[in-house]
């Protein structure tokens, strides 16, 4: 009796362990209703999906058009700030990294000596002016000694002719008994001193022509010795000048050594000049410059400003390799020799000056557009 009972209490309960058998409904019925019920989250993977490799392709379109390096940084030709004369600095109205404008004076040396150095030069001007104007006058005079020369020169000449005339005329009247011998010789020896005086007349008048060569060739020295006294003044007003030092450009005053009451000599580095225009020097694999172009646009971020961007372009593209002008460059020709990607420098500019401060070796990541 109580094992009947408990074989019907057994096929009671069968029935609610497996209903779908009991139905008669197919076993993989189940299965399906799991995929109906999962169908929004298949959807929404395979949306993932899709719009995954539409990114992938669209990133693969848009970046293949562009490089970049990471080996890039700000470049700019520094200045070495150093006087060109010798003396003591009296003022110094800079202080480190400040931002000046072109022409602003940078520092000031003691220009006692060198303003006396130009009156000195001055005064030789004005000596060697002054002999100029010496030696012009004794020119005057002596045209006016050679005008009187050639007077008389032309005044013997005339009684030269006369005393010729009159020796001839006695000397045919002696002949004749007309007058006596005394007489005769009396004009003859007038005619003899009349060619003295003529032949000393000449020689006045050939001397006083070389003494105004000798003059001219006086003043033509004269007047060199001006010029070189002039050149001694020029120079000397330059040296002058040079006791102010300026700005040769608009930039910033970096590693700043000169101090008030310091001995500064001719060439010592007194500060380092950073000029505000600068430029990206990018290396870029020599396997990247087939597609690299002048003129190309260019993106550029700076590490210091992240969130800041710069348009530039390229401007040149340097002949050959870092590592050729390296202060030892590579000896390939050797048994050791191992192929590298060589990196070439890329210079690219700024479309215009950026606004923020960039310094010479500041990192910046350029990336050029090359389709």
Known sequence: MDQRVDNESRQESAPSLRPELRRGEPKDQ????????????VLAIAALCVLGIAGLTVWWITSSGYISSDDAFIDTRTVTISPQVSAQVVDVPVTDNQ??????????LDNSDFKAKVDQARAQVDAAQANIANIEAQISSQNAHIDQSNHQVTQTEAALIF?????????????????????????????LQAQASNAAAQAGAAAA?????????????AEAQLEQQRAALEQADID????????????????????????AAAGQV???????????????????????????????TVDAYPKLTF????????AGSGTAFSLLPPENATGNYVKIVQRVPVKIVFNKPPDVLLGPGMSVVPTVKVQ
Do not use: C
């Open 240 to 263: 002058l000048s040079r006791t102010v030092i300026t700005a040769p450009v608009a930039g910033y005053v970096t590693q700043l050594t000169a101090a008030k009451g310091n001995y």
């Open 30 to 41: 189940g299965v399906l209703g799991r995929l109906r019920a999962r169908r929004r989250l």
């Open 270 to 300: 007194l500060m380092m000049f950073v000029p505000r225009n600068v430029w990206v020097t990018a290396n870029f694999k020599e396997t990247e410059l087939n597609s690299v172009r002048v003129g190309a646009p260019v993106t550029i």
């Open 311 to 318: 348009k530039g372009h390229v401007a040149s593209i340097q």
């Open 163 to 191: 005393a010729q005339q009159q020796d001839q005329r006695y000397s045919d009247l002696v002949k004749k008994g007309s007058v006596t011998v005394e007489q005769a010789q009396q004009y003859h020896s007038n005619y």
């Open 209 to 221: 022509q070389k003494q105004l060569l000798v003059l001219q060739s006086q003043k033509l020295q």
């Open 99 to 108: 931002a000046v404008a072109a022409g602003t004076v940078l520092v000031r």
